[in-house]
Nanobody, 122 residues
């Protein structure tokens, strides 16, 4: 599975962005998909994950109520809708695919895409 994230950019605090992650391959619908982020000087951290069917989601506490993960298996794409963005959301955002259960553990993801930069100005 090859993954390509897009949709990042510069936005003011309080604004919104929608990230997309397009996947290659015919088995996309069998993977759990996740979003992670990494800010300068910090470790990569879990943001959100979604089951293969889209019926189960899992979020980091710091994004609950602000971010929504979704997927369209017909388009081999997973999305991260981000609202009420804060300067501390500034990071490179990565999408990843896992053959395991919905998880926030990075080591349980098998495939990673290149990130997309999100910058939130105050």
């Amino acid at each position: 599975v090859q993954l390509q994230a897009s949709g990042g950019g510069l936005v003011q605090a309080g604004g919104s962005l929608r990230l997309s992650c397009a996947a290659s391959g015919r088995t996309f619908s069998s993977y759990v998909m996740g979003w992670f982020r990494q800010a300068p000087g910090k470790e990569r951290e879990f943001v959100a994950a979604i089951s293969w069917s889209g019926g189960s989601t899992h979020y980091a506490d710091f994004v609950k109520g602000r971010f929504t993960i979704s997927r369209n298996n017909a388009k081999n794409t997973v999305y991260l809708q981000m609202k009420s963005l804060k300067p501390e959301d500034t990071a490179v955002y990565f999408c990843a695919a896992s053959r395991m259960v919905v998880t926030g553990t990075a080591s349980q993801y098998d495939y990673w895409g290149r990130g997309t930069q999100v910058t939130v100005s105050s």
